[in-house]
């Protein structure tokens, strides 16, 4: 069986590993965002590739979600010494080796695409995993401040700004530009089952989607495609996608969030043109929710309701097996 999964970061990840061990003989192409993608002290960080390659490859700070395990910030506190930031982005000296040989590689003239192959050779996720282009897009946040409104990247928006300074846009930058990376369109027309994990719909899915010819593709795979909620009972699972769908008019419900993807062939929710997913036809077949949220309906697409607590690798594995049931394959 051949599944693709478009992921974010943390979210995606853990569902990826109840993947991986409901599947353990599938051939599974994780298309990752790369809109969160920053340049800090001339490095390249690409914190969702790296997230999913660390947490596929067993080197993830199972504490914190994202980075690696028995991690040490000694360069971060000798920069801080200096008074050289940002102070707000947790860059760990393991980590820091693979932004060195990411950045290294693509001076180099390699793409991202060859670059991440490359870094998961040490990893061994056992799937393949692709960004969703090579071109540069990058994810900013449109504020509202005392001297007028002006853009900030993602990340501090998310991690200095805790998310706390109400967004009035979110803008895939360079993705009116971009193409699909090598590889991307065929693991969506050749794949038995498209999944989206429950990652962000807006700054995840969201600036995979906006990437022209992917949101084309994904209507037109013939393989179902079944997404899980990232929310429960009115609030996100974890992070703060609520501030991210207030900016796109976009309700914290796993139902405005169904329609936001919107069923194939009954289009998708207004909403977030920048942010990608609600902008053009609807990509869902099936959509599970949260038993807290039994009673959902979705136009034109099957919802179903069970427990989508991913407490443990077992407990994931029973959210894949109900996305395979009711994706019919």
Same mark, same amino acid.
């Given at each position: 069986?051949?599944?693709?999964?478009?992921?974010?970061?943390?979210?995606? +990840? %853990?569902?990826?590993?109840?993947?991986?061990?409901?599947?353990?003989?599938?051939?599974? *192409?994780?298309?990752?965002?790369?809109?969160?993608?920053?340049?800090?002290?001339?490095?390249?960080?690409?914190?969702?590739? /790296? *997230?999913?390659?660390? @947490?596929?490859?067993?080197?993830?700070?199972?504490?914190?979600?994202?980075?690696?395990?028995?991690? @040490?910030? *000694?360069?971060?506190?000798?920069?801080?010494?200096?008074?050289?930031?940002?102070?707000?982005?947790?860059?760990?000296?393991?980590?820091?080796?693979?932004?060195?040989?990411?950045?290294?590689?693509?001076?180099?003239?390699?793409?991202? @695409? /060859?670059?991440?192959?490359?870094?998961?050779?040490?990893?061994?996720?056992?799937?393949?995993? =692709?960004?969703?282009?090579?071109?540069?897009?990058?994810?900013?946040?449109?504020?509202?401040?005392?001297?007028?409104?002006?853009?900030?990247?993602?990340?501090?928006?998310?991690? %200095?700004?805790?998310?706390? @300074?109400?967004?009035?846009?979110?803008? +895939?930058?360079?993705?009116?530009?971009?193409?699909?990376?090598?590889?991307?369109?065929?693991?969506?027309?050749?794949?038995?089952?498209?999944?989206?994990?429950? +990652?962000?719909?807006?700054?995840?899915?969201?600036?995979?989607?906006?990437?022209?010819?992917?949101?084309? !593709?994904?209507?037109?795979?013939? !393989?179902?495609?079944?997404?899980?909620?990232?929310?429960?009972?009115?609030?996100?699972?974890?992070?703060?996608?609520?501030?991210?769908? %207030?900016?796109?008019?976009?309700?914290?419900?796993?139902?405005?969030?169904?329609?936001?993807?919107?069923?194939?062939?009954?289009?998708?929710?207004?909403?977030?043109?920048?942010?990608?997913?609600?902008?053009?036809?609807?990509?869902?077949?099936?959509?599970?929710?949260?038993?807290?949220?039994?009673?959902?309906?979705?136009?034109?697409?099957?919802?179903?309701? %069970?427990?989508?607590?991913?407490?443990?690798?077992? !407990? *994931?594995?029973?959210?894949?097996? !109900?996305? =395979?049931?009711?994706?019919?394959?």
């Amino acid at each position: 069986m051949k599944i693709t999964a478009l992921a974010g970061g943390i979210g995606g +990840s %853990r569902f990826l590993l109840g993947a991986r061990a409901a599947l353990p003989d599938a051939e599974i *192409t994780v298309i990752g965002n790369t809109g969160d993608d920053i340049t800090l002290h001339g490095l390249r960080i690409c914190p969702d590739l /790296d *997230t999913v390659m660390y @947490t596929l490859g067993g080197g993830i700070s199972t504490e914190r979600g994202w980075g690696r395990h028995a991690e @040490t910030f *000694t360069v971060a506190d000798e920069l801080a010494a200096y008074g050289v930031g940002p102070a707000w982005f947790g860059l760990g000296d393991r980590d820091l080796a693979t932004h060195l040989v990411r950045t290294q590689m693509l001076a180099a003239g390699y793409s991202l @695409t /060859d670059v991440t192959a490359a870094l998961c050779q040490r990893w061994k996720p056992g799937l393949r995993l =692709l960004p969703m282009s090579d071109d540069r897009v990058e994810t900013h946040v449109v504020i509202e401040t005392d001297e007028g409104r002006r853009a900030v990247h993602f990340q501090e928006w998310w991690l %200095r700004m805790r998310a706390a @300074t109400p967004a009035r846009e979110i803008i +895939s930058v360079g993705a009116e530009k971009a193409r699909p990376a090598p590889g991307v369109l065929d693991a969506l027309a050749n794949a038995d089952l498209v999944l989206l994990p429950p +990652s962000n719909p807006v700054v995840s899915i969201g600036s995979i989607l906006a990437v022209p010819g992917l949101r084309d !593709a994904l209507i037109g795979t013939p !393989a179902p495609v079944v997404g899980v909620s990232p929310i429960i009972s009115g609030a996100p699972v974890r992070g703060m996608a609520d501030a991210c769908l %207030r900016a796109i008019s976009v309700a914290t419900t796993a139902g405005a969030v169904g329609a936001h993807y919107g069923g194939r062939g009954h289009g998708a929710a207004a909403g977030g043109a920048g942010a990608g997913a609600g902008a053009g036809g609807g990509i869902l077949d099936g959509w599970l929710v949260d038993t807290a949220d039994t009673g959902t309906e979705v136009p034109g697409v099957t919802v179903k309701a %069970r427990p989508l607590l991913m407490t443990d690798v077992e !407990a *994931t594995v029973e959210i894949v097996r !109900a996305a =395979l049931e009711l994706a019919g394959v």
